[in-house]
Protein backbone atom coordinates (compact mmCIF):
# COMPACT_ATOMS: atom_id res chain seq x y z
CA UNK A 1 0.00 0.00 0.00
CA UNK A 2 1.24 3.53 -0.52
CA UNK A 3 0.96 6.50 1.55
CA UNK A 4 -1.59 7.91 -0.94
CA UNK A 5 -3.70 4.20 -1.13
CA UNK A 6 -3.35 4.90 2.81
CA UNK A 7 -4.73 8.74 2.73
CA UNK A 8 -7.16 7.78 0.34
CA UNK A 9 -8.89 5.31 2.50
CA UNK A 10 -8.51 7.62 5.50
CA UNK A 11 -10.78 10.18 3.81
CA UNK A 12 -13.58 7.75 2.71
CA UNK A 13 -13.51 5.48 5.88
CA UNK A 14 -12.98 6.35 8.91
CA UNK A 15 -13.34 3.02 10.67
CA UNK A 16 -10.63 1.77 8.00
CA UNK A 17 -8.08 2.84 10.69
CA UNK A 18 -7.35 0.54 13.67
CA UNK A 19 -4.61 1.53 16.31
CA UNK A 20 -1.83 -0.98 17.11
CA UNK A 21 -0.41 -2.32 20.11
CA UNK A 22 2.34 -4.14 19.77
CA UNK A 23 3.47 -6.76 22.35
CA UNK A 24 6.73 -8.06 22.25
CA UNK A 25 8.70 -11.74 22.56
CA UNK A 26 10.93 -12.71 25.04
CA UNK A 27 14.13 -10.51 25.58
CA UNK A 28 12.65 -8.44 23.40
CA UNK A 29 11.76 -5.35 26.25
CA UNK A 30 14.33 -3.12 27.22
CA UNK A 31 15.04 -3.48 30.84
CA UNK A 32 16.34 -0.88 33.33
CA UNK A 33 17.76 -1.36 36.84
CA UNK A 34 18.71 0.74 40.13
CA UNK A 35 19.54 0.05 43.85
CA UNK A 36 16.52 -0.65 45.92
CA UNK A 37 16.49 0.66 48.58
CA UNK A 38 18.68 3.71 47.44
CA UNK A 39 21.37 4.48 49.46
CA UNK A 40 23.43 7.32 47.32
CA UNK A 41 23.88 10.47 49.68
CA UNK A 42 21.22 12.63 47.56
CA UNK A 43 18.62 9.78 47.83
CA UNK A 44 18.51 9.94 44.43
CA UNK A 45 19.35 6.52 42.10
CA UNK A 46 18.82 6.59 38.58
CA UNK A 47 17.62 3.87 36.18
CA UNK A 48 20.59 2.31 34.03
CA UNK A 49 19.73 0.57 30.64
CA UNK A 50 20.65 -3.46 31.84
CA UNK A 51 18.97 -5.13 28.85
CA UNK A 52 20.75 -4.73 26.72
CA UNK A 53 22.97 -2.08 27.67
CA UNK A 54 26.52 -1.69 27.11
CA UNK A 55 27.05 -3.81 30.48
CA UNK A 56 26.55 -6.28 28.56
CA UNK A 57 29.63 -5.84 26.26
CA UNK A 58 32.07 -5.33 29.38
CA UNK A 59 30.54 -7.64 31.83
CA UNK A 60 28.37 -9.99 31.16
CA UNK A 61 28.40 -12.09 33.92
CA UNK A 62 27.77 -8.64 35.97
CA UNK A 63 24.40 -8.50 33.74
CA UNK A 64 22.86 -11.83 34.34
CA UNK A 65 24.16 -12.05 37.91
CA UNK A 66 21.49 -8.87 37.83
CA UNK A 67 18.70 -10.60 35.82
CA UNK A 68 19.06 -13.81 38.07
CA UNK A 69 15.82 -14.27 39.77
CA UNK A 70 15.38 -15.49 43.05
CA UNK A 71 12.83 -18.32 43.33
CA UNK A 72 10.82 -18.40 46.85
CA UNK A 73 9.36 -22.35 46.28
CA UNK A 74 6.85 -22.05 49.39
CA UNK A 75 5.00 -19.20 47.91
CA UNK A 76 5.97 -19.90 43.90
CA UNK A 77 6.87 -16.46 43.74
CA UNK A 78 9.87 -15.03 42.09
CA UNK A 79 11.49 -11.57 43.52
CA UNK A 80 14.97 -9.67 41.93
CA UNK A 81 18.19 -10.22 43.62
CA UNK A 82 18.39 -8.72 47.12
CA UNK A 83 18.70 -4.12 46.96
CA UNK A 84 17.71 -4.35 42.89
CA UNK A 85 14.64 -2.89 41.47
CA UNK A 86 14.34 -3.97 37.37
CA UNK A 87 11.32 -2.86 34.96
CA UNK A 88 10.59 -2.38 31.53
CA UNK A 89 10.49 1.20 29.90
CA UNK A 90 8.89 2.49 27.15
CA UNK A 91 5.50 0.83 28.24
CA UNK A 92 2.59 3.16 25.92
CA UNK A 93 5.91 4.10 23.11
CA UNK A 94 7.55 2.15 20.73
CA UNK A 95 11.50 3.42 21.39
CA UNK A 96 12.07 0.47 23.43
CA UNK A 97 10.85 -2.10 21.59
CA UNK A 98 12.02 -0.67 18.02
CA UNK A 99 15.39 -1.36 19.07
CA UNK A 100 17.04 -4.07 21.74
CA UNK A 101 20.29 -2.22 23.17
CA UNK A 102 19.10 0.49 26.04
CA UNK A 103 20.79 3.61 26.29
CA UNK A 104 23.04 3.55 30.16
CA UNK A 105 21.67 6.19 31.00
CA UNK A 106 18.80 7.84 29.04
CA UNK A 107 15.19 5.53 29.93
CA UNK A 108 13.08 8.40 27.42
CA UNK A 109 12.86 7.81 23.98
CA UNK A 110 15.09 11.09 23.50
CA UNK A 111 18.51 9.15 22.94
CA UNK A 112 17.25 6.10 21.98
CA UNK A 113 20.11 3.88 20.47
CA UNK A 114 19.54 2.40 16.99
CA UNK A 115 21.74 -0.67 17.64
CA UNK A 116 19.73 -4.06 17.70
CA UNK A 117 16.89 -3.45 15.82
CA UNK A 118 14.16 -5.19 16.56
CA UNK A 119 10.20 -3.86 15.66
CA UNK A 120 11.67 -0.34 14.09
CA UNK A 121 11.34 -1.48 10.62
CA UNK A 122 7.61 -2.50 11.24
CA UNK A 123 7.04 0.71 13.12
CA UNK A 124 8.63 2.81 10.19
CA UNK A 125 6.45 0.86 7.62
CA UNK A 126 2.94 1.98 9.63
CA UNK A 127 4.52 5.69 10.17
CA UNK A 128 4.83 6.01 6.60
CA UNK A 129 0.99 5.32 6.41
CA UNK A 130 0.52 7.80 8.92
CA UNK A 131 0.24 6.24 11.76
CA UNK A 132 1.90 8.19 14.68
CA UNK A 133 4.33 6.95 17.38
CA UNK A 134 3.15 7.18 20.82
CA UNK A 135 -0.52 7.74 19.70
CA UNK A 136 -1.85 5.37 16.89
CA UNK A 137 0.94 3.01 16.96
CA UNK A 138 2.26 2.08 20.90
CA UNK A 139 3.67 -0.79 22.73
CA UNK A 140 3.37 -2.74 25.48
CA UNK A 141 6.50 -3.91 26.70
CA UNK A 142 7.31 -6.17 29.79
CA UNK A 143 9.55 -7.71 32.10
CA UNK A 144 10.08 -10.86 30.19
CA UNK A 145 11.70 -13.34 32.29
CA UNK A 146 7.98 -13.34 33.81
CA UNK A 147 5.54 -15.90 33.02
CA UNK A 148 1.74 -14.37 32.00
CA UNK A 149 1.03 -15.48 35.47
CA UNK A 150 3.69 -13.32 37.07
CA UNK A 151 2.59 -10.50 35.00
CA UNK A 152 -0.85 -10.41 35.88
CA UNK A 153 -0.08 -9.97 39.67
CA UNK A 154 2.82 -7.14 38.97
CA UNK A 155 0.15 -5.43 37.65
CA UNK A 156 1.05 -5.67 33.75
CA UNK A 157 -2.46 -6.32 32.40
CA UNK A 158 -4.11 -3.42 34.33
CA UNK A 159 -2.03 -1.13 33.16
CA UNK A 160 -2.68 -3.39 28.95
CA UNK A 161 -6.07 -3.02 29.42
CA UNK A 162 -6.13 0.85 30.59
CA UNK A 163 -3.73 1.79 27.66
CA UNK A 164 -6.13 -0.31 25.29
CA UNK A 165 -9.55 1.77 26.27
CA UNK A 166 -7.20 4.72 26.08
CA UNK A 167 -6.03 4.26 22.52
CA UNK A 168 -10.16 3.24 21.61
CA UNK A 169 -11.04 7.10 23.17
CA UNK A 170 -8.26 8.84 21.76
CA UNK A 171 -8.50 6.71 18.10
CA UNK A 172 -12.35 7.78 18.09
CA UNK A 173 -13.88 4.82 19.23
CA UNK A 174 -11.91 2.47 16.55
CA UNK A 175 -11.02 -0.93 17.72
CA UNK A 176 -6.79 -1.73 18.40
CA UNK A 177 -4.88 -4.38 16.80
CA UNK A 178 -3.19 -6.46 19.01
CA UNK A 179 0.33 -7.18 17.21
CA UNK A 180 1.63 -9.56 19.13
CA UNK A 181 5.70 -11.62 18.24
CA UNK A 182 7.11 -14.94 19.49
CA UNK A 183 6.23 -15.00 23.50
CA UNK A 184 4.06 -11.86 23.11
CA UNK A 185 1.23 -14.49 21.59
CA UNK A 186 1.15 -16.62 24.32
CA UNK A 187 1.30 -13.23 27.10
CA UNK A 188 -1.22 -12.10 25.01
CA UNK A 189 -3.52 -14.97 24.73
CA UNK A 190 -3.08 -15.24 28.52
CA UNK A 191 -4.50 -11.50 28.65
CA UNK A 192 -7.76 -12.19 26.38
CA UNK A 193 -8.55 -15.52 27.78
CA UNK A 194 -8.11 -14.68 31.66
CA UNK A 195 -7.66 -11.01 32.52
CA UNK A 196 -10.56 -9.44 30.71
CA UNK A 197 -14.45 -10.35 29.63
CA UNK A 198 -15.98 -11.36 25.86
CA UNK A 199 -17.98 -8.28 25.91
CA UNK A 200 -14.56 -6.05 26.55
CA UNK A 201 -13.17 -7.80 23.75
CA UNK A 202 -16.15 -7.21 21.39
CA UNK A 203 -15.89 -3.65 22.02
CA UNK A 204 -12.21 -2.99 21.89
CA UNK A 205 -10.20 -5.86 19.92
CA UNK A 206 -10.40 -5.07 16.24
CA UNK A 207 -8.04 -8.15 15.42
CA UNK A 208 -5.21 -10.45 17.61
CA UNK A 209 -2.06 -10.76 14.09
CA UNK A 210 0.64 -13.18 15.59
CA UNK A 211 4.05 -13.33 13.92
CA UNK A 212 6.00 -16.10 14.90
CA UNK A 213 3.50 -17.27 17.64
CA UNK A 214 5.29 -19.44 20.49
CA UNK A 215 2.35 -21.48 21.15
CA UNK A 216 3.68 -24.41 22.13
CA UNK A 217 7.69 -23.04 22.67
CA UNK A 218 10.17 -23.47 20.65
CA UNK A 219 12.28 -26.96 21.17
CA UNK A 220 15.66 -24.70 21.73
CA UNK A 221 14.24 -23.63 24.98
CA UNK A 222 14.67 -27.42 25.50
CA UNK A 223 18.52 -26.69 25.58
CA UNK A 224 18.63 -23.73 26.68
CA UNK A 225 17.67 -25.25 30.06
CA UNK A 226 20.19 -27.94 29.85
CA UNK A 227 23.61 -26.47 28.54
CA UNK A 228 22.39 -23.07 27.71
CA UNK A 229 21.71 -21.19 24.53
CA UNK A 230 22.21 -17.00 24.10
CA UNK A 231 18.30 -17.33 22.23
CA UNK A 232 17.63 -14.37 19.62
CA UNK A 233 18.79 -11.12 21.45
CA UNK A 234 21.79 -11.98 22.66
CA UNK A 235 23.12 -14.17 19.20
CA UNK A 236 21.55 -11.46 16.49
CA UNK A 237 24.30 -10.77 14.44
CA UNK A 238 24.38 -6.65 15.50
CA UNK A 239 25.09 -7.73 18.81
CA UNK A 240 27.68 -10.01 18.28
CA UNK A 241 29.41 -7.19 16.10
CA UNK A 242 29.76 -5.04 18.92
CA UNK A 243 30.17 -7.25 21.97
CA UNK A 244 33.11 -9.66 22.92
CA UNK A 245 31.34 -12.33 24.27
CA UNK A 246 33.21 -15.15 26.14
CA UNK A 247 33.48 -18.82 24.87
CA UNK A 248 31.60 -19.89 27.90
CA UNK A 249 28.54 -17.42 27.10
CA UNK A 250 25.79 -19.83 26.55
CA UNK A 251 26.40 -21.57 30.36
CA UNK A 252 26.38 -18.69 32.03
CA UNK A 253 23.44 -17.71 30.12
CA UNK A 254 22.07 -20.92 31.74
CA UNK A 255 22.51 -20.13 34.94
CA UNK A 256 20.39 -16.77 34.62
CA UNK A 257 17.79 -18.06 31.89
CA UNK A 258 17.12 -21.54 34.39
CA UNK A 259 15.31 -18.51 36.88
CA UNK A 260 13.47 -17.43 34.69
CA UNK A 261 9.03 -18.53 34.97
CA UNK A 262 8.90 -17.63 30.73
CA UNK A 263 11.08 -20.44 29.88
CA UNK A 264 9.32 -22.88 31.59
CA UNK A 265 6.15 -20.89 29.66
CA UNK A 266 8.14 -21.60 26.09
CA UNK A 267 9.23 -25.51 27.14
CA UNK A 268 7.31 -27.71 24.39
CA UNK A 269 4.01 -28.65 25.56
CA UNK A 270 3.47 -32.64 25.88
CA UNK A 271 -0.14 -31.96 24.25
CA UNK A 272 1.67 -30.73 21.18
CA UNK A 273 4.70 -32.57 20.91
CA UNK A 274 3.48 -36.53 22.42
CA UNK A 275 6.23 -39.01 22.65
CA UNK A 276 8.66 -37.43 20.14
CA UNK A 277 11.94 -37.76 21.74
CA UNK A 278 13.46 -34.32 22.53
CA UNK A 279 17.00 -35.10 24.43
CA UNK A 280 19.14 -37.78 24.23
CA UNK A 281 22.04 -38.95 26.34
CA UNK A 282 24.07 -42.30 27.01
CA UNK A 283 21.74 -43.16 29.62
CA UNK A 284 18.30 -42.44 28.44
CA UNK A 285 15.85 -40.66 26.22
CA UNK A 286 13.92 -37.85 27.38
CA UNK A 287 10.23 -36.56 25.48
CA UNK A 288 7.63 -33.50 27.01
CA UNK A 289 6.17 -36.21 29.48
CA UNK A 290 10.02 -36.90 31.05
CA UNK A 291 10.60 -32.90 32.54
CA UNK A 292 10.60 -34.30 35.83
CA UNK A 293 13.38 -36.62 35.21
CA UNK A 294 15.03 -34.60 32.65
CA UNK A 295 15.63 -31.89 35.48
CA UNK A 296 16.62 -34.12 37.86
CA UNK A 297 19.49 -35.39 35.51
CA UNK A 298 20.21 -32.11 34.94
CA UNK A 299 21.51 -31.50 39.07
CA UNK A 300 18.25 -28.67 39.04
CA UNK A 301 15.22 -30.53 40.16
CA UNK A 302 14.22 -27.21 41.05
CA UNK A 303 13.52 -26.23 37.62
CA UNK A 304 10.59 -28.88 37.83
CA UNK A 305 8.86 -27.47 40.51
CA UNK A 306 9.13 -24.08 38.44
CA UNK A 307 7.80 -25.83 34.84
CA UNK A 308 4.65 -27.52 37.56
CA UNK A 309 3.98 -24.37 38.72
CA UNK A 310 3.37 -22.45 35.29
CA UNK A 311 1.85 -25.69 33.21
CA UNK A 312 -1.51 -25.16 33.72
CA UNK A 313 -1.10 -21.32 31.63
CA UNK A 314 -3.17 -21.50 28.09
CA UNK A 315 -3.44 -25.60 29.18
CA UNK A 316 -5.26 -27.03 26.16
CA UNK A 317 -4.82 -23.80 23.81
CA UNK A 318 -8.62 -21.99 24.41
CA UNK A 319 -9.06 -19.71 21.21
CA UNK A 320 -9.10 -15.99 21.87
CA UNK A 321 -12.18 -15.38 20.47
CA UNK A 322 -11.54 -12.16 18.73
CA UNK A 323 -10.70 -11.86 14.76
CA UNK A 324 -7.26 -13.59 14.89
CA UNK A 325 -4.26 -14.09 11.87
CA UNK A 326 -2.00 -16.38 12.49
CA UNK A 327 1.19 -15.91 10.50
CA UNK A 328 4.23 -17.84 11.08
CA UNK A 329 7.49 -19.23 9.10
CA UNK A 330 8.78 -21.90 7.79
CA UNK A 331 10.92 -23.73 5.80
CA UNK A 332 14.37 -22.44 7.75
CA UNK A 333 16.08 -25.09 9.87
CA UNK A 334 14.72 -25.18 13.69
CA UNK A 335 16.26 -27.60 16.46
CA UNK A 336 13.83 -30.26 17.34
CA UNK A 337 15.62 -32.60 19.24
CA UNK A 338 19.31 -32.69 21.07
CA UNK A 339 21.75 -35.41 21.46
CA UNK A 340 24.36 -34.81 24.24
CA UNK A 341 27.38 -36.98 24.87
CA UNK A 342 29.42 -37.44 28.24
CA UNK A 343 29.44 -34.07 29.03
CA UNK A 344 25.64 -33.26 29.47
CA UNK A 345 24.56 -31.47 30.96
CA UNK A 346 27.58 -28.48 30.79
CA UNK A 347 28.65 -29.55 27.61
CA UNK A 348 26.67 -28.77 23.90
CA UNK A 349 24.72 -31.24 22.13
CA UNK A 350 27.15 -33.40 20.35
CA UNK A 351 23.95 -33.26 17.32
CA UNK A 352 21.05 -31.03 16.62
CA UNK A 353 18.56 -32.70 14.89
CA UNK A 354 16.67 -30.02 12.86
CA UNK A 355 12.93 -30.13 11.48
CA UNK A 356 10.50 -27.28 10.01
CA UNK A 357 9.83 -24.10 11.54
CA UNK A 358 11.78 -20.08 11.92
CA UNK A 359 14.78 -21.44 13.33
CA UNK A 360 13.65 -20.43 16.64
CA UNK A 361 9.77 -21.61 17.11
CA UNK A 362 9.42 -24.72 15.40
CA UNK A 363 6.11 -25.37 13.03
CA UNK A 364 4.88 -27.80 15.11
CA UNK A 365 4.12 -25.17 17.84
CA UNK A 366 3.88 -22.38 15.35
CA UNK A 367 0.47 -24.19 14.24
CA UNK A 368 -1.13 -25.06 17.40
CA UNK A 369 -3.34 -22.16 16.46
CA UNK A 370 -4.38 -23.29 13.43
CA UNK A 371 -7.08 -25.15 15.28
CA UNK A 372 -8.67 -21.90 16.91
CA UNK A 373 -10.92 -21.44 12.80
CA UNK A 374 -13.14 -24.49 13.78
CA UNK A 375 -12.94 -23.43 17.86
CA UNK A 376 -14.62 -19.83 17.36
CA UNK A 377 -16.94 -18.16 15.52
CA UNK A 378 -15.02 -14.52 15.58
CA UNK A 379 -13.01 -14.85 11.58
CA UNK A 380 -9.55 -16.74 11.32
CA UNK A 381 -6.99 -16.40 9.30
CA UNK A 382 -3.62 -18.05 9.03
CA UNK A 383 -0.44 -17.58 6.41
CA UNK A 384 3.01 -19.48 6.35
CA UNK A 385 6.15 -17.19 5.24
CA UNK A 386 8.65 -19.69 3.80
CA UNK A 387 12.28 -18.82 4.41
CA UNK A 388 11.36 -15.88 6.44
CA UNK A 389 13.21 -16.37 9.96
CA UNK A 390 12.09 -15.50 13.57
CA UNK A 391 13.28 -12.43 13.78
CA UNK A 392 12.46 -11.82 10.19
CA UNK A 393 8.87 -12.33 10.79
CA UNK A 394 8.74 -8.26 12.31
CA UNK A 395 10.52 -7.17 9.27
CA UNK A 396 9.84 -8.80 6.02
CA UNK A 397 7.61 -6.87 3.52
CA UNK A 398 5.11 -9.89 2.45
CA UNK A 399 4.33 -9.84 6.43
CA UNK A 400 4.23 -6.77 6.94
CA UNK A 401 1.33 -6.98 3.78
CA UNK A 402 -0.17 -9.52 5.34
CA UNK A 403 -0.61 -7.28 8.56
CA UNK A 404 -1.82 -4.08 6.26
CA UNK A 405 -4.63 -6.27 5.35
CA UNK A 406 -6.17 -6.80 9.01
CA UNK A 407 -5.02 -3.10 10.14
CA UNK A 408 -6.49 -0.90 7.09
CA UNK A 409 -9.26 -3.71 6.06
CA UNK A 410 -8.51 -4.24 2.42
Keep these: LTTCVFAALLSTSADAISPILIVPGVEGSQLYKKDSPCHNLFGICPW ?14 SVLKDLTLVYDSAKGSFHNQSGLAIKAFGFGDTCKVEYLVANPIETSCLLQLPVGEYFHTLVKHFTALGYKRGQTIRS ?7 S ?17 EQMYKDGGNKKVTLVAHSMGGPVTLYFLNNVVTQAWKDTYVNAFVTLAGAWSGGNVVVKAEISGDLLDALSSATVREICDFPDDI ?5 SAGRTYPSMAVLLPKPSVWGNKVLVTTPKRTYTAYDYQALFNDMGYPQGFDIYSG ?37 SAPSQVINGDGDGTVNRRSAEVCLKWKTQQQQPFGSSAFPGVDHLKMVKDSNVLRAVDRVVLRV
Excluded: H, M
Design 48 to 61: KGVWLGAEACISIS
Design 148 to 164: PVNLQASGYYSNVKALI
Design 250 to 254: ALRFR
Design 140 to 146: APYDWRL
Design 310 to 346: IAPINAGFPPPNVPTYCFYGTAVATPESFVYGSGFPD
